[in-house]
């Protein structure tokens, strides 16, 4: 605030230096009609030689940067300021007293009274920022004025001496007041300035604020290294607890970063769930700062009543990674999208290699777009056998990409990407209407298994009204239609997702949940999700046979679900071995390897009414085991 106040007695230079001018015009005006008296002429060369003594203290000012200057050179300046004003006064005050006490009764008196009369009336609209200053001002002007006034005896001048102390009284109590009102004028001034630059719910700066510090930064020279943060699924979070939550998780969040920054760190809350952080930290100090900040986030804390956990992804742009600041902010943009595709909870840094990958990936969207356009994809089909029956009771559709020039795309790269760019919602359509369209083919006993994506539950895309849709337009009974979902769909919204399921179920459409004993809650979700089936891990299932441990787990999850009343279906069976291991668990269902490979619809609907012998089944591996890639890219 004193930088401030000082630099307000150094804001109009033009209108002192002018006045030193016309005052200066006035003295020599006045040593012309009195006959050239030298105390004139002494008076209006000090006044000329003080003008320009206040206009080179004003260029002195112009150099010093009050915001980092020191309390000793910031008094400095305003001694400066002062004593300048007060010898102003001095001289007027002189100047108008011994016109007074010399030339009583001649002309020159009462320009001198009218240009010391005009000087009074007019200081309290000057140095408002200092009541100290214009007081002084006041003082040093009228009290010899007014002296010489009263000591000449005339009735005249002692009715102007009236007014001069008068003046002088209103001077003092309206330099007071004019004073609170620049002060506060500056007040709200600087809250307004701190809003335009300042983030309310953190108090860290704004992303306005972060680039005109960070520009600061770099103008100096010094090196800067880009942290980008963003807290993952905050949008789930404020959807499912409230916008008080999130907007408490923020603030939490904002301290927490607060706490861990070093001098010369520079932070900001530049979006809704997004932080950046600007730090001379060199590469190592700087990943262990993100490792740092990744653990503290993704503990449990308590916001406003709720439980709440969550995590964050952090993209670091090391100093040196750029030419520019714009260049360095794509750079940490980069390593964020990164440090999200490889599973959030993560922190990645700005690379040669991390760039190359990320214009790949970029090409493949575009290239994703194409291929929905021109029809790229196809369905494949895994049947699923019942064990007692030894034949298919239903078959899952498995989404491929055949690329014209790249051939097939695992769809370990193209589901996330779809998923990340919202084009699931287009493919989700079309493989339930291409899969619906195929099992129309097959007998009614059969059904077909779809997997659904997380995004395909979001509030912006009508999954239900999707399937009823096509479940009238084709006719197709609803309970021969399984909806697979997986873990994943719930952690976003969980509370929307099972309404969503619930509707679902409420058509006739059945729903498994996918890759069971994979995740780290799935007993939990047992509890909450209206499904029929299990589908057990492949990786799992590959235990099975080696390992007592698997085989008892085994067991209790085939009691589990027997005593829940849901469907067991147990997906990766590669081996004779597998598949002797798991025919005493009573499996409602085996997918995988041992019986048959994906394979187009032609190819599945010969094999749907034959029967295997589930007991003297021979592998049908051919090297490599079955992976899976995504919703909808299951192999097994």
Known sequence: MKSELVAALYATPGTILTGAVMVAIVMGAATVLSGGDPAFALMTAAMLALGALRQLAHRRFLKVDLARASDATITRLERSAMLGAWATAGLVSAFGSHAVLHYTYQPVAVLAIAQTIGYLAGISGRNTSRPLVTRVQILIAALPFLAALIRTGDPAHLVIGLTVALTTVLTFSSAQVIHRVFVARLRTVRELESLAVSDTITNLYNRRGFMREIRAKAATGQPITLISIDIDRFKGINDSFGHDVGDALLHAFGEMLTRELQPGDIAARTGGDEFMVATARDEAHSVAFARRLVLLLGGQRVLAGRHLTATASIGIAPAGCAETIEAALKCVDIALYRAKLEGRNRFVVYSETVRDEHESGRAIEAELREGIRHGEFELLYQPIYNPRSGTATMAEALLRWNHPERGPISPEVFIPLAERTGLITILGAWVLDEAIRTALTWPRSVGVNVNVSARQFDRGHDLVGLVAALLRFHRFEPQRLTIEITESSLIDDAEHVIARLVALRTLGVRIALDDFGKGYSSLSYLARLPIDTIKIDQAFTHELGSTR???????????????????????????????????????????????????????????????????????????????????FSEVA
Not at 562 to 583: C, F, M, N, P, S
Not at 602 to 622: D, F, N, W, Y
């Open 549 to 631: 441990k698997a085989d008892y787990l085994m067991s209790a999850i085939a009691r589990l679900a027997h005593d829940l009343k849901l469907r067991l279906i147990v997906e990766g069976v590669e081996t004779q071995e597998q598949l002797e291991a798991i025919r005493k668990h009573a499996a409602h269902g085996i997918q995988g390897f041992v019986f048959a490979r994906p394979m187009t619809a032609a190819e599945l609907l010969p094999m749907i009414g034959h029967r295997v012998a589930t007991g003297r089944a021979k592998s049908a591996r051919s090297g490599g085991g079955s992976r899976k890639g995504g919703p």
